[in-house]
């Protein structure tokens, strides 16, 4: 049987002179699930960007059911039924789920105007037929990141796409979510879709596809049948060694208290209350997971603890000093670091070089600064360390945050915030699109924080993540507390995950000796 | 071939040459469809600003101001903060530092002129803070305050000119000449002799020169040197990432307008000083926004916009004589000042040229030359 799509000996070389693609012989079957893995930078997005024609190969050819085809641009992929969901979205936020789905492919109705009821009609059938829920009149602003994921799909199918690629989806799903996509997928593979799916979670691999193709450093390393393989024979194959997966903790060390959080509450722009007296203390040498699942405060209470919003009423205090309400330089001067959930927002200027991006938190001291300059030798060393340090895949420093590749992007944030020996380190799903090698790096770097007497408050939608790092872990649900666990041990992912749903709750009196 | 094109400052320059090569060429085209005699009108145009000595030194004179107000607009623009307060900047910089040589009563020549030049400055510095404090802390659109702020500065110049400085009964609406001992001296020192004597008695090439490189030599340290210009150009790349790295972003963006304003203000201080020695009306004519496409070209690097300041003074001097001496209409100047506009900000012709010159180079090692950050950040190395 000829496969739906063989790409033959591509070559990929950026306009940087990093080549991405090292002469890639690469197939996919019709109907298959097909698994792509491989560490940051391997080469992944840019090896499905090509087949999506949004980039273009330095060489190499591509067939379509046995037939050479070029790919453009991604109009002509979509013509030809291949539709790619990217790592990062591109919706438009002010339109609704209905007009995204339909965008540039409009039904029209009378006067060439948009035939509203129409595309929210399609925009349903087309929902109902691959069990991908979505709010058709929703704005997208208002929706989450697990619902546009699915419009991005639906989009693609709208367009009649017969392939789809997914770049990491799951990175930014709950586990529910990624539960209801796996249902979604199969739907697809069963009324004759074929799917490629790019992954770091090795055990979504084994569940979900039916082929896997590893990829190293540009080039393809093997494609297996996934039966046939384990998960630490894929992870030895990505990363060219053994790889642990199980973080090994040193005996926990509580000291004083350092960060406490008093009564803390939240109301958002439109009057939602986001966080509801929320009080707790995160010790020295401790880290303390927030249990619950994305969109239940968890955001808000972040980002009022580092100073990017006030809160509206309560406190958080480091070591007896007040940070709510202050500005984030001053929540950084308390020795507050953060990692932020989303890197794209907050946590990086794409366009500005990675030496840059390091220093935004300390440019403004000794050493980097010296007199009225900044001191371009300090920033170059410690990009040139920083980057070895985290061993983020880049040819130098200089370079902007744009030519990194996912995870890479993600590795500059945390190389930033765990360099600044924080007191209290706010870690927002820390390892979001990460390699397994590198998660095992993050990981025990961020053990090796609190064992070294940081205090750690761990934010992660992956509750393995939140139960095998935290020593204590609080569950929140609506914006309050449900629940608190003394030892992260020994509590069960089936009863954290009641606390999770706001199904059990303990009560005030029962939690207050362990918040 | 590739180690040159790895210089950033070489792309750039080649870039602009590029640009403007391009739309000279489709300035030709034009010329050739409308004109009778197209040859002695492009003529005119391309080596007109060469063809005399004073034609070289009015180029250059209206190179200097616009080098001071593109300076002026790459600072906010490296904020993307879109601010046009360059003409109102300039207008008030030209209105005071005319006064303070007609008026204040300073002995010393040196000392005169150099209050006149900082009050200027000062003046370009205060119309950058309102709209900057707008912007910032009261969010109202920069765009519109600068306007409003423009207008505002226009009509104060006319009112003091008109009613204040203008000397009583004149017929016209224009202040005395400056006088000659409070003037600006040529840029050629007295010993240079000959040259002395041609320079000053044929173009009004004035100390002004050398104000305006140490400027672009001080621009470009600020932005690239310093802790401010960091903030400025994080602010400039992702507003919300410096906010959250704990960059105070509105007194930073407060700051961008002053002091670009510094170097409106500047300007304004060179045409009252420099080009015309006295305040005439309508004596900017727009100039200000005229900066907007110099610091475009010069993709908000101060250390390229004397290129880009020189080359498109050049263009408007051709684009004069050639209006004056043939039968083509300064439209058509405007034609291919457009061009050139589209042709530089269109981000793609160079990397297209790159990507040529690396595949020819062989390919494989992985360690390339390095893309610019942010157009030419990190340009000078
Ligand atoms: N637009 C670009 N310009 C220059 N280099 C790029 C660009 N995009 C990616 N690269 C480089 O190409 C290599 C492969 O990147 P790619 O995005 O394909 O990796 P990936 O396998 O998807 O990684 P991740 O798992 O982190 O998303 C990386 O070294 C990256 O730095
Ligand atoms: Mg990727």
Not at chain 1, 82 to 89: A, D, E, K, L, S
Not at chain 1, 377 to 393: A, H, S, W
Not at chain 2, 64 to 90: D, H, N, Y
Request: net charge negative; charged share 20%.
């Amino acid at each position: 049987m000829t496969p739906v799509i063989e790409m033959r000996n591509i070559v990929k070389m950026y306009s940087n002179g990093v080549v991405a693609n090292k002469g890639i012989n690469f197939s996919v079957e019709r109907g298959e699930i097909h698994a792509l893995v491989g560490e940051n930078g391997a080469g992944k997005s840019t090896l499905m960007k090509i087949l999506y024609g949004l980039e273009q190969p330095t060489e190499g050819e591509l067939l379509l059911d046995g037939k050479t085809v070029e790919f453009k641009s991604p109009q002509e992929a979509i013509a030809n039924g291949i539709g790619m969901v990217h790592q990062n979205f591109m919706l438009v936020p002010s339109f609704t789920v209905a007009e995204n789905v339909v965008l540039g492919a409009e039904p029209l109705g009378k006067g060439g105007m948009l035939d509203t009821k129409q595309a929210l009609q399609v925009t349903a059938d087309l929902s109902k037929q691959y069990g991908l829920r979505v709010d058709a009149d929703a704005v997208l602003d208002s929706i989450n990141v697990g619902m546009r994921q699915r419009v991005e799909i639906l989009k693609m199918l709208y367009r009649g796409a017969q392939i789809l690629i997914l770049d990491e989806p799951t990175a930014v799903l709950t586990p529910q979510e990624t539960q209801e996509l796996f249902v979604a997928v199969r739907a697809l593979v069963d009324q004759g879709k074929t799917v490629v799916f790019i992954t770091h979670k090795l055990r979504e691999v084994k569940e979900i596809s039916d082929r896997v193709t590893v990829m190293r450093d540009g080039k393809l390393i093997g494609t297996q049948n996934t039966a046939d393989t384990t998960t630490e024979d894929m992870a030895r194959m990505m990363v060219g060694r053994e790889v642990f997966l199980n973080v090994n903790k040193a005996p926990q060390n509580r000291g004083d208290k350092v960060m406490e959080v008093q009564n803390l509450s939240y109301v958002s722009e439109v009057g939602r209350v986001m966080l509801r007296n929320v009080s707790f203390n995160v010790y020295a040498g401790e880290v303390l997971g927030i249990a619950g699942v994305e969109g239940n405060g968890q955001t808000e209470l972040v980002e009022v603890l580092t100073g990017l919003r006030p809160a509206a009423s309560g406190d958080a205090m480091v070591h007896g000093k007040v940070v709510t309400s202050k500005t984030p330089r001053e929540v950084r001067m308390a020795g507050v670091a953060h990692i932020p959930e989303d890197r794209l927002t907050n946590g990086l200027a794409l366009d500005a070089s990675i030496e840059e991006n390091l220093i935004v938190d300390r440019y403004f001291d000794p050493p980097f600064r010296k007199g009225l300059m900044i001191d371009r030798k300090m920033v170059l060393k410690q990009g040139q360390d920083l980057i070895e340090e985290f061993n983020i895949r880049t040819p130098n420093g200089q370079l902007p945050v744009t030519s990194l590749s996912g995870g890479n992007m993600q590795k500059v944030i945390v190389a930033r915030e765990f360099s600044s020996n924080p007191k209290v380190l706010i870690a927002s799903q820390p390892t979001r699109g990460i390699d397994v090698g590198a998660t095992e790096f993050i990981r025990d770097q961020l053990v090796q924080k609190r064992t070294d007497g940081a205090a750690v408050l761990l934010i992660s939608a992956d509750l393995l993540e939140v139960m095998s790092l935290s020593d204590r872990i609080i569950a929140v649900y609506e914006g309050e507390i449900t629940g608190v666990f003394p030892d992260a041990a020994s509590v069960s992912e089936e009863e954290l995950g009641l606390y999770m749903l706001g199904v059990k709750r303990q009560s005030f009196e029962e939690m207050e000796a362990y918040l | 071939m590739r180690k040159i094109f790895a210089n950033a400052a070489v792309r750039e320059f080649i870039r602009i040459v590029l640009a403007v090569s391009i739309a000279l060429l489709l300035g030709l085209i034009v010329t050739l469809l409308v004109s009778e005699d197209p040859w002695g009108a492009y003529k005119a145009f391309l080596l007109g600003p060469l063809s005399k000595f004073n034609r070289f030194g009015d180029w250059i004179e209206e190179s200097i101001t616009l080098i001071f107000v593109g300076l002026s607009v790459a600072i906010v623009f490296k904020a993307k903060q879109f601010s046009l307060a360059a003409e109102g900047q300039l207008i008030l910089g030209a209105l005071v530092s005319g006064s303070v040589i007609l008026f204040v009563p300073i002995e010393s020549a040196f000392l005169r002129i150099t209050v006149a030049v900082l009050a200027a400055a000062a003046v370009g510095f205060i119309w950058g803070v309102i709209p900057g404090y707008l912007k910032a802390y009261l969010d109202a659109n920069e765009i519109v305050s600068t306007l409003m702020l423009n207008a505002i500065a226009l009509k104060m110049y006319d009112y003091f000119l008109t009613y204040h400085i203008k000397p009583e009964g004149a017929g016209y609406t224009a202040s005395d000449f400056l006088p000659k001992a409070y003037q600006v001296p040529s840029f050629m020192p007295k010993f240079a002799g000959n040259l002395y004597e041609m320079f000053s008695k044929q173009t009004n090439i004035t100390h002004f020169l050398y104000i305006m490189i140490a400027a672009c030599v001080i621009g470009w340290f600020l932005m690239y040197r310093t802790p401010f210009g960091y903030e400025l150009r994080m602010i400039g790349a992702n507003i919300k990432f410096a906010r959250y790295g704990g960059i105070n972003t509105k007194q930073v963006i407060v700051l961008a307008f002053a002091i670009s304003g510094i170097f409106a203000g500047l300007a304004g201080a060179h045409l009252a000083q420099g080009i015309h020695n006295k305040l005439i009306l309508n004596i900017s004519m727009g100039l200000g926004f005229e900066g907007i496409v110099v610091a475009t070209m010069a993709r908000n690097n101060p250390l390229f916009v004397p290129l880009s300041g020189l080359a498109y003074g050049y263009l408007r001097a051709g684009a004069d004589i050639m209006e004056r001496s043939s039968d083509m209409s300064r439209e058509m100047v405007l034609v291919v000042q457009a061009l050139i506009i589209l042709l530089v900000s269109a981000e793609g012709i160079l990397p297209v040229i790159q990507q040529r010159v690396n595949l020819n180079n062989g390919k494989g090692d992985g360690v390339g030359t390095a893309a610019v950050p942010e157009g030419g950040s990190d340009v000078i190395q």
